[in-house]
Structure formats: C-alpha cells, structure tokens
C-alpha cells in the first residue's frame, strides 16, 4: 500500500522558517522524482519544487526561489521542503507528491503526479 505522511506544518511570523517532512512508502522510492506542491484556498494546486531521484537535479517555482529548498534522503524515503524567509503568500496546504515515471524538465502539474500525501498545514502571518 502506498502511503505519503507529510509533517512540519505550522503557524509562523512572517521572516520565520519551517522545515516539512514527508515519509513515502509501498513502492520503489527511489525510483521516482519527488514534488511538493501547494494549494491556497481559492487558488489552483500548484508546484513549487521538484527534484530528481538522486538528488541532483531540482526545479523550484519563481515564487519561492532562494527561499526554499528541497532535499531527500533515498535511504530513509524521505523529502524535505525546508522554507525560509516565509511570507504571508506562502499560507497553504502543502503536499508531498510522487511524479509519474519519467525524466522532468519543468515543475510538475496535478496531472504529473502518482501519488499524493494527505497534505499539511502551512500559515504564514504578518
């Protein structure tokens, strides 16, 4: 069974840091290039980075760009999102995503992605 368990989320000052976690199970992990994504209310799902299965390579939105930056640790099946410098903008659910098989050259859509996690918690205030 396929299961992605995010955590890490939080309530913040704007200027302040969080790091998410997320944990990926029941299938070959480190087989696959690993995404989060983020949705405000009101707002489309969108990509804001993306990173290649050894870690290499990764893709991060304009939006977030020198702010944020992911990692992952094959051995362990995990991704990170470490975020600094948060803005008030970046209040969203996060997720932890699971690209669909393939060699990526640009943020992944909705449509890209296999697997989701459960999403978490991110607000940012002022």
């Known amino acids: 069974q396929v299961e992605l368990v995010e955590s890490g989320g939080g309530s913040v000052q704007a200027g302040g840091s969080l790091t998410l976690s997320c944990v990926a199970s029941?299938?070959?992990?480190?087989?696959?290039?690993m995404a989060w994504f983020r949705q405000a209310p009101g707002k489309e799902r969108e990509g804001v980075a993306l990173i290649a299965t050894r870690g290499i390579l990764a893709y991060y939105a304009d939006s977030v760009k020198g702010r944020f930056t992911i990692s992952r640790d094959n051995a362990k099946q995990t991704v990170n999102l470490q975020m600094n410098s948060l803005k008030p903008e970046d209040t969203a659910m996060y997720y932890c995503?699971?690209?669909?098989?393939?060699?990526?050259?640009?943020?992944?859509?909705?449509?890209?992605?296999?697997?989701w996690g459960q999403g978490t918690q991110v607000t940012v205030s002022s």
């Open positions: 995503a699971t690209a669909k098989d393939g060699y990526w050259t640009r943020l992944l859509t909705p449509d890209d992605v296999q697997y």
């Open positions: 029941g299938y070959t992990y480190g087989a696959y290039w």
